[in-house]
């Protein structure tokens, strides 16, 4: 049984970044839909998909993007909020992360959105994540 399904998408990430690998395998579930959302919008992947997996799991295959170099695009993928120690800030508090340079990904009432859109919004929740 896995416990923090959000860690262990963004550490399968990380490792797949780190391999230079082209496609990251994720395990399903809503919120970490929510913030492979917000890393296309933002431009930290190139997209993913879905999948049906076997005894009716869901995966979802996330495609990496890398620069021209063939480094990742993603500096640094940390998680914030974690099951045993729950990080909530206001919209004031999130309104920026590296000189605007990184993103913080927020779990609100609005849903998995980022930073920028949550100060516009006015909502603050919880930070699930920080990427740059």
Known sequence: MMN?????????????AMRK???????????????LNV??????????KEVEGENNKKTVQV????????????????????????VYKNASEIK?????YGTII??????VIANDEAHAANVGGEVLCTVW
């Open 4 to 16: 923090d399904m959000i860690a262990d998408a963004l550490t399968r990430i990380r490792n797949a």
């Open 21 to 35: 690998l082209e496609v990251a395998t994720l395990l399903h579930s809503n919120t970490v839909v929510g913030i």
């Open 39 to 48: 890393l296309e919008q933002k431009g930290y992947i190139e997209g993913f």
């Open 63 to 86: 495609t990496l993007k890398y620069d021209d170099n063939d480094n990742s695009v993603i500096n640094e993928l940390k998680r914030v909020s974690t099951p045993g120690r729950r």
């Open 96 to 100: 920026s992360f590296k000189n605007g």
């Open 106 to 111: 927020v779990s609100t009432n609005k849903g």
